[in-house]
């Protein structure tokens, strides 16, 4: 497998310099490329690392930079080139040769699409809609009167609940949990009656849910999941939380009930949303932060505290709970200054 | 599908004032609701909110408000009354139409209640004992000498691992991992040997737990869930931990080995407690604190900073890291104004 | 099932105290364990509970203490013993009799090594390599050219994508998710181009993965887990994270991409790891602790604050927001002071 360079670069939309016949076999990283690989170089002003690698072409902005490498390709945005001639290389693995396997279950009821791929062990349940060209991945499970758009692909192992909507172009890995119950409850007499979840879940077109990520049902109405979203691993999206086209949520996030996150934010790995609240668009949460309150202007919010020795933060974390002392103490000094000053 | 209000009324226990033939279809929330809904004000203060709601009848808590509103139901808890009602609209699928599928892999040791219902690709071990009513969903793995009480419902791809015994009327959720090892090993030489897990999970009735949530066996003990849990997606359960009855885990919460948390507990969605460290009765963790001693005394508590605009949360967490050396600087200023003040 | 006291103490390599023929049934805690169980004391100095123990023998490691229980064995290392004694007192399950399933579904190109055992429900894809002796759990899902080595084990329901390969005498989890697609897009004009995930995952012998980890492929090169690393729940990896050598990972810990971790590091529940920074061997983060930066030197590390009751906590956090000008406070205090001190 490989493409000569100027495939390549027909790809990214690039201006190449050097053989264009130059066969590129696959990807690398500046520091570990060897002669038959591509790599890239996204910030210009570390060009003097090119001079070391052993690429045998690379994605760079600077034209001033071709030089010092054996074949470039000159783009505005090496980064995004990169992603798009990450596509070519791909391995093409051959798939389960049937496109329904056997021992798939598929109800009777079902649609499914031109080209549809079902894996072994699969259960699709009654009035499911399939488009076409989905690939449906070994053991998944699909739920009555789901809905996929086209070419929506389920790696292995993926749970839809019944009635819950996916886009087209979607990429869901293996462990996704859509569609279970809501967390509701409401207290009596020191019990908890189960507020049955009666929505579902609505995903746009080109979403991306990493591996074991749930996103539960509404309560009444839908959850709601925009356009282009991206949501990494292990992250636990709750009932009636709405997510804007274009945000990115990464590892371990979670979203208490019925908040709202807006178009083109970023949560950072671990970050947590309380129930209820709104950010604005282009919010963007830090690592491991906790959102107790609506953000209405975009930028950047943080909490938590910095990484020390710990015995220094064992220190640190027993001051901070005198804290409030601490500002009684400079109150009193104050006051025993100005006195003193007053006098003098 | 619909109700007329005679009946709902019925099954919440509440006065009807209106039209008792006046027919529900579904429920909706005070803002979206149309006149074929079902709603509830849950707070009386915030009765000024019905009289735009286009809701065809309302539950209320003050006899007061009923005019404010097309229909109405007075109940004393109106939340409660809107959890009962909500099980009237539960969307009733087709399920798998034979009770048990034979694509379904089931030793022939295994005892099966009445009314039992197994979808498609599920394996059930042997010496597994499934009660009356059980509904197993698609691809759940049971292992070998698994006890579940009556009713309990398995959503799809659920594991439960040998020996974990399960009670009545109980919900898990897509994902769920019952009885996996403990994380227990012995250092030895920089390598770690393993303890072998010897315990397993005992589970008591009317529990639901959320997708993708994991309860480890104990290692020599068993793991304890009581009556009336309701822990929500992607927690984390330790070995030998126990949970209290009608205590609730929100999701992303993480429990460490051999605690115990007390009966009515509430702990929020992200918080951590370390191992071996017991929560009292009516103890409530407020999101993402973690809890690293035991706690005697109902309450609430708190850890973790407040969410701050990241420039303005860098200062103060480096300030923060300085805070020993602000205490220095007050206890100085102190000996020095005293020294003042002597003097004066 | 049991076994007489010589037995064991030649598994342990300890010195018996007591009868060699006295009968032990199972494990037990020192509080509760019973005259048919064996127990363990780690830490002498607690040799006082010895006495009111009803355990039928104790790995102990103080000969002076033999007098204090019925029957003992002493050794160095009483701990690492009683994890040696556990693999005694493992529950043998029977197993599905058939050591292949007929249910499973295998690729014809599959290799299979000797004595291997696949469950019910399996799916195997092409060219995957499976060593003597592994145990595929039943629902797991083997993706094509996976390669495993001796006497690993996965539990039920497990994923392994494409390509992904592990050594010998591992242990896998129910739900874990092995090489799914790292979380890298590359942003264009508001929205995200996927970076296709060209790598994949390597992980040593004797790793052992708890329930509903998962663990990404690399974008370029492979994520690579080492020998002996363990890993609890719902722990997340990214792409291209480095694994040292008998490194120990606690429950719901993220690491973000192309992190590296040393050898013999251990991480407390519920951390979080930035991207691309470098923890030294012998490194050990606490409980929750956020790790934004490299830490070249051996040691233990925290963040976070410290837990307090929510009304106590409330009043600090609102403080420590105003730390700057608590210091901006002291400064002028500290000016004020010396131009005092000066004039006095």
Redesign the interface.
């Known amino acids: 497998m490989g493409y000569p360079l100027s495939k390549i670069a027909a790809v990214v939309g690039g201006e190449l310099f050097g053989d264009p016949e130059y066969m590129v076999s696959?990807?690398?990283?500046l520091e570990?490329a060897n002669a038959d690989q591509l790599s890239f170089l996204s910030n210009p002003k570390l060009s003097s690392v090119l001079a070391s690698s052993e690429a045998g072409a690379v994605l760079l902005r600077n034209e001033s930079d071709v030089d010092l490498v054996r074949n470039a390709i000159v783009v505005r945005?090496p980064?995004?080139a990169?992603?798009?001639a990450?596509?070519l290389?791909?391995?093409k693995?051959?798939g389960?040769e049937a496109s329904i396997?056997p021992?798939a279950?598929i109800?009777d009821s079902v649609v499914l699409g031109k080209g549809v791929v079902v894996?072994?062990?699969?259960?699709i349940?009654?009035h499911a809609k399939i488009g076409d060209g989905c690939i449906i991945?070994?053991?998944s499970?699909i739920?009555?009167?789901v809905v996929l758009g086209q070419q929506t692909r389920l790696?292995?192992?993926v749970?839809l609940?019944?009635?819950v909507r996916i886009g087209s172009r979607c990429?869901f890995?293996?462990?996704v949990?859509i569609g279970?119950?809501g967390?509701?409850?409401?207290?009596?007499a020191?019990?908890?009656?189960?507020?049955?979840q009666?929505g579902s879940v609505q995903i746009g077109n080109?979403v991306?849910i990493?591996?074991?990520t749930?996103i539960?049902c509404g309560a009444?109405?839908d959850t709601l999941i925009g356009n282009?979203v991206?949501i990494?691993?292990?992250v636990?999206i709750?009932h009636n939380v709405v997510i804007g086209d274009?945000s990115?949520i990464?590892?371990?996030v979670?979203i208490?009930g019925s908040s709202v996150v807006g178009k083109?934010c970023t949560i950072a790995?671990?970050a947590?949303l309380?129930g209820h609240i709104t950010l604005a668009d282009n919010v963007?949460i830090?690592?491991?932060?906790?959102?107790?309150?609506s953000?209405d202007t975009p930028?950047?919010?943080?909490?938590?505290?910095?990484?020390?020795?710990?015995?220094?933060?064992?220190?640190?974390?027993?001051?901070?709970?005198r804290?409030?002392s601490?500002?009684a103490?400079?109150s009193k000094?104050?006051k025993?200054?100005n006195t003193?000053?007053t006098?003098?």
Chains 1, 2, 3 share one sequence.
């Open positions: 696959s990807l690398g990283s570990h945005n980064y995004l990169f992603a798009r990450s596509e290389f791909v391995v693995e051959q389960w396997h021992s279950i109800h894996a072994p062990n699969v259960t349940s009654a991945g070994a053991g499970f739920g009555e009167n790696a292995a192992n749970t609940y019944d009635r990429i890995h293996s462990g949990v279970a119950d967390f509701g409850f409401a207290p009596n020191g019990e908890w009656v189960k507020i049955h009666l080109n991306e990493g591996a074991n749930t539960d009444i109405h282009g991206k990494d691993n292990l636990q709750a274009n990115a990464a590892g371990c979670g208490a083109n790995g671990g947590g309380a963007h830090t690592a491991m932060s906790l959102v107790t309150r953000l930028g950047s919010y943080s909490s938590g505290t910095a990484i020390d020795s710990t015995p220094k933060w064992r220190k640190s974390a027993a001051r901070l709970r804290i409030e601490m500002a103490h400079i000094l104050e025993q200054v003193l000053l006098k003098g």
